[in-house]
């Protein structure tokens, strides 16, 4: 319904911060793990690590740190660390190789996480059961020197099971998956925008590799890629790949097509469909 649809960006909406799951910004087992139940309006707990390019200090005695990596490697997975990431680009991969909660910090900024310029700007690899990655901007600079996909999953382990939500997935570009590119395990992508991505190969917003194991949900999100050099918004093994109430260029596996009247901020606009989609 529309209160599914009008959060593909969610909480980073001042108008849409109510439409978020009770308020909480993150899945079941966090708030089971940190001591609350989810729906009931109560924000999660301080973070046990907050990136600010201005006040991070590398030392990190007030567990303020600059980089996002330095906070990533700094967190124990074992206590179901969450990382608050406040405004600004980020031109680093993010290599999430542990049980980590990465959020954006609510506001009218949303913080964007850029990549080296020769790597993905997010990476799950071995270790990232439970991971969740929530509120924020993954795009490439566009003169990237050797352009990557803006999300990468190279899990090895089928078992391991990752989310992404609340997330602009935006002017990527690599041979498979200008967006999102699955190895192996199960990523949930949830209330996300892939828009303006492109792959010279296949899978301009997403591509599953035919000779891994990977399982991708999509729900309430929108793929709309119609420059991408592939044609294609989904490839690989689409059979892996379950797509719900979702607007997808093209109608692709099952999505509901037609424009989706974005905003240039990637909002949707009162003529978008995905209003209006049960």
Same mark, same amino acid.
Request: charged fraction near 15%.
């Given at each position: 319904?529309?209160?599914?649809?009008?959060?593909?960006?969610?909480?980073?909406?001042?108008?849409?911060?109510?439409?978020?799951?009770?308020?909480?910004?993150?899945?079941?087992?966090?708030?089971?793990?940190?001591?609350?139940?989810?729906?009931?309006?109560?924000?999660?707990?301080?973070?046990?690590?907050?990136?600010?390019?201005?006040? *991070?200090? /590398?030392? +990190?005695?007030? !567990?303020?740190?600059?980089?996002?990596?330095? $906070?990533?490697?700094?967190? &124990?997975? =074992?206590?179901?660390?969450?990382?608050?990431?406040?405004?600004?680009?980020?031109?680093?991969?993010?290599?999430?190789?542990?049980?980590?909660?990465?959020?954006?910090?609510?506001?009218?900024?949303?913080?964007?996480?850029?990549?080296?310029?020769?790597?993905?700007?997010?990476?799950?690899?071995? *270790?990232? /059961?439970? +991971?969740?990655? !929530?509120?924020?901007?993954?795009?490439?600079? $566009?003169?990237?020197?050797? &352009?990557? =996909?803006?999300?990468?999953?190279?899990?090895?382990?089928?078992?391991?099971?990752?989310?992404?939500?609340?997330?602009?997935?935006?002017?990527?570009?690599?041979?498979?998956?200008?967006?999102?590119?699955?190895?192996?395990?199960?990523?949930?992508?949830?209330?996300?925008?892939?828009?303006?991505?492109?792959?010279?190969?296949?899978?301009?917003?997403?591509?599953?590799?035919?000779?891994?194991?990977?399982?991708?949900?999509?729900?309430?999100?929108?793929?709309?890629?119609?420059?991408?050099?592939?044609?294609?918004?989904?490839?690989?093994?689409?059979?892996?790949?379950?797509?719900?109430?979702?607007?997808?260029?093209?109608?692709?596996?099952?999505?509901?097509?037609?424009?989706?009247?974005?905003?240039?901020?990637?909002?949707?606009?009162?003529?978008?469909?995905?209003?209006?989609?049960?």
């Amino acid at each position: 319904g529309v209160g599914e649809w009008t959060r593909a960006l969610g909480w980073q909406r001042p108008d849409a911060a109510s439409e978020d799951y009770g308020g909480e910004r993150g899945p079941n087992i966090y708030g089971d793990k940190l001591g609350f139940s989810l729906g009931d309006g109560q924000d999660f707990p301080a973070p046990t690590a907050i990136v600010d390019q201005v006040a *991070g200090d /590398e030392s +990190a005695i007030d !567990n303020v740190y600059t980089t996002i990596t330095e $906070a990533i490697n700094a967190v &124990p997975s =074992s206590a179901w660390p969450t990382i608050e990431v406040r405004p600004g680009t980020y031109p680093e991969k993010a290599y999430i190789n542990k049980r980590v909660a990465l959020f954006g910090q609510v506001g009218a900024v949303v913080p964007r996480i850029a990549g080296p310029g020769d790597d993905h700007p997010v990476y799950f690899s071995n *270790g990232s /059961e439970g +991971a969740v990655v !929530n509120g924020f901007v993954i795009q490439q600079d $566009a003169n990237a020197p050797s &352009p990557q =996909s803006g999300i990468r999953g190279n899990m090895t382990s089928s078992s391991v099971e990752i989310r992404i939500a609340n997330c602009l997935v935006r002017g990527n570009s690599a041979q498979y998956g200008g967006g999102l590119r699955l190895y192996r395990g199960t990523i949930i992508v949830e209330h996300c925008t892939f828009l303006e991505n492109s792959a010279s190969a296949q899978g301009d917003a997403v591509y599953i590799n035919n000779d891994g194991s990977g399982t991708l949900l999509i729900r309430n999100s929108i793929l709309w890629n119609p420059a991408g050099a592939s044609g294609q918004e989904i490839a690989g093994q689409t059979y892996h790949v379950d797509v719900e109430a979702s607007l997808v260029r093209n109608g692709e596996l099952g999505g509901v097509g037609g424009a989706p009247f974005l905003a240039p901020a990637a909002f949707l606009t009162i003529h978008s469909p995905a209003r209006n989609v049960s």
